[in-house]
């Protein structure tokens, strides 16, 4: 976790409500700048984006890079697993100690890329007005936050940063896998890493980026160790705005 030039270790804990104490506490000793998350699975994304939601209030939006919804409760999960439910707990319903004081709306939650969604997570989508960009199209992206925000989609809104600050959330299993494989749930048809460039650029070049969180990568080819190291630096380079 970093700002800048600062850095906060934080220490692996395998009680999830222990690690999310752990993480809280980091979040709250980082100085003012951008803080870059490195999970870690995506359940890691509890404390900074409830950090970021208590930070920017209602002008906070949640983009949600992933190939999957993470929008289960512990009774619609076909696995049980925490980091398949991170997203939904962010807008008030998990397990008990995994969710925010703070919580995010979901009408304030963009999913990019998402294409492999359980049918609880599809009917959440469907009904509680998150909005859902699968393709790699930065406009649609860009006018998607905008609607989140109900900031105008003319040119000027276009052209220059609106008033919505974004929370960038990256699990590598957006990437094809084709292109990239080490993660733990690969699943076909993800995006190209410089089509997640283009996106993730297209959103720093308009809206104050609150946050960027990097998740789930599990090391398994020499060739996406030698991909990330490039793309993670491109990444924070652009939401960093240098």
Known sequence: MVDADHRVPVDADDDL???A??????VGRVRDGLVVT????CGVELEPVAAARRRFGDRLVVVWFDAHGDLNTPESSPSGAYHGMVLRALTGEGPEGLVPEVTVRPERIVLAGGRDLDTAEAEFVRTRGIRHVREADAAALVDAVAACHDTPLGTAAR?????????VHIDFDVLDPQVFASVGSPAPGGLHPDQLLVLVGALAERYE???LGLMEYEPSREEDQELLCG????????CSGR
Do not use: F, I, M, W
């Open 209 to 211: 980026v609150a946050g």
């Open 21 to 26: 104490a752990r993480v809280r506490e980091a």
């Open 38 to 41: 490195a999970g870690g699975d």
């Open 159 to 167: 052209s220059s940063r609106g008033t919505a600050a974004v929370y």
């Open 17 to 19: 409500v222990g690690t």
């Open 231 to 238: 793309l993670v630096k491109e990444l924070v380079e652009a």
